[in-house]
């Protein structure tokens, strides 16, 4: 038993409140419960059985080239995989393909 309830909420967006995961629990337990939760007090977790969240804020950082340098940590023999890909190509014929620039600044190979 139990419902599921959906939110969308800006990953950052300071002026409106300082953490949105939090944010968006916040919201959803009022709206269930009734019960007005002010931004400064401690959530009551006590209804809660489940949560699933997903948040793009790492995801636009890796995008944007926002954030520290990263490495990509593959199984050995697997270096190359992401810079191979599928081969699709929009003009299969193109003698000067130009590949997208990768997003990791050095790859680690290691054994499992």
């Known amino acids: 038993g139990g419902q599921v309830r959906t939110m969308k909420l800006l990953s950052v967006d300071p002026a409106n409140y300082p953490d ?10 009022e709206s269930e419960t009734g019960i007005k939760m002010p931004q400064s007090s401690p959530i009551d977790t006590s209804r809660i059985e489940w949560i699933r969240m997903g948040t793009t804020v790492a995801t636009n950082a890796l995008l944007e080239r926002k954030g520290e340098r990263m ?23 193109d003698l000067e393909i ?9 790859v680690v190979e290691v054994d499992e």
């Open 20 to 29: 949105a995961p939090r944010e968006g629990i916040r919201r959803i337990l």
């Open 71 to 93: 490495a990509l940590v593959v199984t050995k023999g697997f270096k190359d995989v992401l810079f191979i890909g599928n081969q699709a190509r929009p003009k299969l014929f």
């Open 98 to 106: 130009v590949c997208p620039e990768v997003l990791y600044e050095e």
